[in-house]
């Protein structure tokens, strides 16, 4: 790049790799920090993303392929005590509620739209730049190096992942367990339509999460099938397992600037994006959508503003976080939410909730509305 970057990325992980890749179609002149090294480990995980980011993603040719996309046209979500709520695309008239998306798979494509984007310029340090945006992750450094509060709630609760392969095939059925301690079960489709691959969540009790992991491969398979009550037959674990502490957290300031240089002139101006910014529970497949849709609503300010104004404006950048801030605010709420109602087990609770899931399975318009929040299409 002969000229000096515009915008200097920190963290080349998901939510960064997208937002340059939006920020060089509109011509901006990109730093994309990736330190080298990084971690040899595949992620094991599947994403539920909805149509927003996926149409986010064709848009940058880095949707993956149908192997590795694979949609949900069914959901099927179910309390401890008979409650349900069935979800399905054809009754809200589109094609699929989400789709599975194999994380490696999606690392691939974004990475192959980088290396083929002249205006982005991978590199391995930090250089400044008139704004910096930080996109490294929930436990950013450059977060804490700027003293920005990080108001974090930890739920007791750890989410294991992981890759099955069941008896019977998923029938392109996302399904859910959510039980009367609390803990959630999900088993998502892989492998496109037809297919027998899984990918697992569970959220289970802080302190059974080890016992869960140590246990060997049939004894772990045992107990997704007891929890699952045997809806999809027996299992074969095809993956490693993998762990993560469960937290909800979000910056107090998502924007800022950066203190004076030594040589007195004032610094350039700093935003977070995606887990940098905030982390929501698990539950209900959003962290990254979420992550998703701050690059493209930092992208659409960058975009529009008016020619005479630096990609650095602190103007542009509030708008971004008002924008941004009520979203993720409203999706924190509803999981935390959700993720309550399932942890208290004192009457009438528990009875309440099924009771609430089977009205609510018969609500025809606050259920279409729930549902094309969770798409993305509201
Ligand atoms: C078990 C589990 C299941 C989930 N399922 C879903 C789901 O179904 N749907 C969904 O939408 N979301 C889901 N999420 C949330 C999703 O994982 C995150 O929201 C998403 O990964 C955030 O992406 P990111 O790019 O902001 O951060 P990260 O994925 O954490 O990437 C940050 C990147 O920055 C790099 N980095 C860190 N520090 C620095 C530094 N100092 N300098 C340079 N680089 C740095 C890291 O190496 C990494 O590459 C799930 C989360 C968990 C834990």
């Given at each position: 790049m002969a000229l000096p970057p515009e915008v200097c990325i920190r963290g080349a992980g998901i939510v960064g790799r997208t937002l340059a890749l939006l920020l060089a179609r509109e011509r901006v002149r990109v730093a994309l920090v990736a330190p080298a090294g990084g971690t040899a480990r595949k992620d094991v995980r599947a994403y539920a993303l909805n149509a927003a980011s996926k149409a986010l993603l064709e848009s940058l040719r880095a949707w993956p392929d149908a192997a590795h996309a694979t949609p949900v046209r069914e959901m099927l979500v179910h309390g401890d005590g008979g409650g349900r709520v069935h979800f399905q695309a054809r009754r809200h008239a589109v094609?699929?509620?989400?789709w599975i998306v194999d994380v490696p798979a999606l690392e691939r494509q974004l990475a192959d739209a980088v290396r083929f984007a002249p205006q982005v310029e991978v590199v391995d340090s930090p250089v400044a730049a008139p704004l910096t945006v930080v996109?490294?992750?929930?436990?950013?450094a450059t977060r804490e190096l700027l003293g920005v509060h990080h108001e974090v709630t930890r739920y007791p609760q750890h989410a294991i992942a992981a890759r099955l392969e069941a008896e019977?095939?998923?029938?392109?059925t996302a399904r859910q367990w959510f039980d009367a301690q609390g803990e959630v079960l999900a088993l998502l489709p892989l492998?496109?339509?037809?297919?027998r691959h899984l990918a697992l969540v569970w959220s289970v009790d802080q302190f059974r999460a080890p016992e869960l992991m140590a246990l060997d491969a049939d004894a772990f398979c045992e107990r997704v099938r007891e929890a699952c009550g045997g809806a999809l037959g027996a299992f074969t674990l095809t993956s490693e397992r993998a762990a993560w502490p469960l937290q909800r957290a979000t910056a107090e300031r998502w924007i800022g600037r950066f203190p004076a240089g030594d040589d007195g002139r004032p610094g350039g101006t700093w935003a977070l994006a995606g887990d940098a910014a905030h982390t929501v529970h698990p539950l209900a497949g959003q962290g990254l959508n979420l992550g998703l849709a701050d690059a493209a609503g930092l992208a659409q300010v960058i975009r529009s503003r008016?020619?005479?104004?630096?990609?650095?404006d602190e103007r542009l950048l509030r708008r971004y976080e008002r924008a941004r801030r009520a979203d993720v605010l409203a999706m924190g709420l509803a999981t935390d939410g959700l993720q309550q109602l399932f942890s208290h087990t004192l009457e009438p609770l528990p009875q309440l909730r099924n009771w609430g899931m089977r009205g609510f399975d018969r609500t025809r318009l606050i259920k279409n509305w729930i549902a094309r929040q969770a798409m993305g299409l509201a």
């Open positions: 094609d699929a509620l989400a996109c490294e992750g929930r436990a950013s019977t095939p998923h029938d392109d492998g496109g339509p037809g297919s008016d020619y005479w104004r630096s990609v650095g």
